[in-house]
């Protein structure tokens, strides 16, 4: 199998579970965390290396900044047969209880990005000519309705989330096996965590983002990002189980530049927050491999009874 273009990988890395920063300087600060570390690719925005974390090999890989090269990653990942991926990522709070380092695991993400609105069929194109088309046209199972009401029957199976399920917003959403599996390793650290909403969007200075963060606030959404609505649309479409673990940089109504150059600098809470997500990751991901396992162990077993 030829390598992937962007990439720079193919199946033999050995690997079916990605962790995946937006910050390549973070696959090092991942790498600590494993064994028998082996540099895989660096690649435009996307560096990578696996190795072993117990007895699970492990992708890491950065994505870069944004929905777009996130998408570029899930799909060429799913062609070399990843089937679990989980975002770690830093995030401003939308609501004041919040603190620094806190983590955030996304249940699900306001589509407010150019990339997973392109893939759930709710992008609004500049041709009108084409919007017309595309409207009278649309068919599939992800349309905008469907998609709602899919996050909205997930949200009612009680994953704990603290936003509110809203039917006038667009959502992507998790997988909720490997939400709980971040739950339970979240737990299993004592990392301070909430469950619930983050919101995506593609222009972090843009004039109005605060009157907008105000809006999503009054919703319940617990954060903002770049990422994950994403992540979790093309991984639904790919038949990828996705989680997200965000960790909190800039706390409500404080300064996006202040956290973020903070955060970089390895501010005490929020160095914490990043070594928490990247362990509750890595838990997550060999929790998730274990379960499969046991499900294929089990399936040969009822086979060689008949």
């Known amino acids: 199998m030829d390598k992937m273009p962007h ?9 079916v579970s990605a962790i995946l920063p937006g910050d390549p300087a973070r696959v090092d600060s991942i790498a600590e965390f494993l064994t028998d570390v082996r540099r895989e690719a660096f690649n435009r925005e996307y560096k990578s290396i696996t190795g072993m974390y117990k007895d699970s090999r492990i992708l890491a890989i950065s994505t870069g ?6 998408a570029i990653c899930i799909e060429e990942l799913a062609d070399i047969g ?8 830093s995030c401003g709070a939308l609501q004041k209880g919040l603190s620094l380092g806190q983590l955030v695991l996304c249940d699900r993400a306001v589509c407010d990005d150019g990339t997973s609105q ?11 000519d ?7 046209s649309q068919q599939g199972s992800l349309t905008r309705k469907n998609m709602m009401l899919q ?12 936003g509110i399920a809203d039917e006038s917003i667009c959502y992507a959403h ?84 202040e956290g973020i150059s903070s955060y970089k600098d390895g501010a005490a ?5 990043e070594k928490n997500e990247i362990l509750t990751a890595l838990e997550a991901l060999h929790r998730i491999s274990g379960e499969d396992r046991e499900v294929k162990i089990s399936g040969g077993k009822q086979h060689e009874k008949k």
């Open 65 to 70: 900044m944004g929905g777009p090269s996130a």
């Open 130 to 136: 084409y919007m017309k088309k595309t409207l009278s």
């Open 151 to 162: 996050t909205d029957a997930f949200a009612q199976q009680g994953s704990g989330t603290n």
């Open 174 to 257: 998790c997988d909720g096996s490997l939400l709980q599996c971040c739950e339970v390793a979240a737990k299993d650290l004592n990392a301070p965590y909430i469950v619930g909403a983050t919101r995506c969007h593609d222009a972090l200075y843009l004039r109005k983002k605060p009157e907008l963060d105000a809006f999503y606030s009054g919703k319940g959404i617990l954060a903002s990002d770049m990422e994950t609505a994403a992540v979790f649309a093309v991984s639904s479409l790919r038949g990828i189980r996705a989680a997200s673990i965000l960790n909190v940089v800039v706390e409500w109504r404080k300064d996006i530049a």
């Open 82 to 89: 990843i089937k679990n991926v989980i975002r770690i990522g």
């Open 7 to 15: 990439i720079q990988l193919d199946s033999g890395i050995g690997a």
């Open 118 to 128: 392109t893939y759930l069929d709710y992008f609004r194109y500049a041709s009108p």
């Open 269 to 273: 809470a929020t160095a914490e927050g």
